[in-house]
DNA sequence: TATGAAGTGTGCGATGGCGCACACATCCTT
DNA sequence: AAGGATGTGTGCGCCATCGCACACTTCATA
């Protein structure tokens, strides 16, 4: 395992300052030297595709602010999400594995702002940055986690713990306790009908942990909603910290060095 | 992407010829001699375990016959598997990308045998074999696409189409149409009751696709119970041979050089 | 400030799978 | 050949979610 120094000593570079990415924010100056040129910031609406299910990924998206999720399309037409994307990770990096098509689509929930490479550049500059390598491919891993215990989660949760779970995951990756999502939209991600969605919302209402106001969601018991959700947003958010530091969803200015 | 030469030119280690985990199988003759000198045959029982949740994984497991479970560990004590990995494959990867501990269980569903190597040997080989290492990756890759699929089809389609994915998946590593499974460990890894899969495997019994009898299940049409699973068998085995080649289950002497 | 669009709450019958229980069949052992 | 262990089929009430439908509320905009 490689040792990284802290990345807040190492930033003579004024845009890796403001960099919010966790990856790139904790790359040593010298490797964020070799990746900057090759970032172009692009801005992320909501309902934009960054990649198509079995199409080429010929871009890789260190996304900044907002998050994603990553779709799998069932041949009857239903997207189901199988993972989130926020600050803390990126889309795309499957090519770091050999993959050349994405197995999902990839779209964006909350809009935001990203830093997009091309595949070929991205993987020249793995080539020469070690550190960049190494926090991908981990990166790769909590990610497969998280897909691995919305599997688990799919099969074994009801939707309350299940709708508790996936705010939790959309709190930590906008950084803001009021979210614009529709339930519609979150019956989509989970999987289910819209008004299940409803009632379960309802009860976590009732419960006073969320309110909801046409098409805004507002968070006003975090300890509630942990209290509510499955055992599965715990379990991965600890794989994150095991592999990345104790704080994984806030500011990188506010997080510890990796270990 | 890594061109591979044919495994098949290239075999003066004895050893090699018969090796069917087709990772170790497609190795050019000298990276295979950088590993096989550290591999150690091991025979897997029904129900041994190859890795704990949660604990360090201290040794890999190239499978050569039978098949492996992943399950997710969940906190009421039920497992439920993410995934099979066959002859195809490795148990334990993930320490490839950075993973210390294992977050899942990887037990053994069919008796068999594997060749087992220590995380550090395989670390220190894989520095030096870039083809293993791509091919590693490349595994990896598939892996995550299986269990990708898994969430989604927990999620959507019924136990009858999901018991005959799983036969599928399970006929192609074992090699063999007479499969040692009981219902109850069936219902195990699908995440449902015993006698739930007693009604699903009823019905393929009138269909005439499968048989049954005392832990035994034979598959008598394959074409028919690929026409009862979802997509998503062909899905995964789809990713497979994108990856890897037309034929992801057949013995490695019959299958073309990966390209 | 009226109107429509977008989003949310609710109702009702249908259904897949749960939880539990038990009978029956097959195999192994003695 | 008898008896126990293991494995399979079935029944019944229950519940979460489905599928569909509709009313109500909030917001944006003309």
New interface residues.
Partial sequence: ?LELPPAEQHVPNPIHATVRNRILAALPAEEFKLIAGKLHRVELALGQSLHRAGEPIEQVFFVDSGFIS?L?M???G?P?E??LIGAEGVAGV?V??????S??ETMCQTAGGAYRITTAELKEVVAQAPHLR?LL??Y??VF??Q??????C???HELGQRLARWLLAAHDRSGVAELSLTQDLIAVM??VRRSTVSIAAGTLQKAGVIRYQHGRITILDRVGLENAAC?CYE?VAS?YR??FGEHPFESPSAVAPLA
Wanted: glycine share 8%; net charge negative.
């Fill in positions: 395992m990553a799998t069932l041949s009857d239903a189901l199988i993972g499957s770091l594995l050999g993959a050349t098509n197995y999902s190494d491919l981990r790769t891993h497969h986690v897909v691995a215990q919305t599997a688990a799919n099969a074994h989970l999987g055992e379990a794989e095991s592999l």
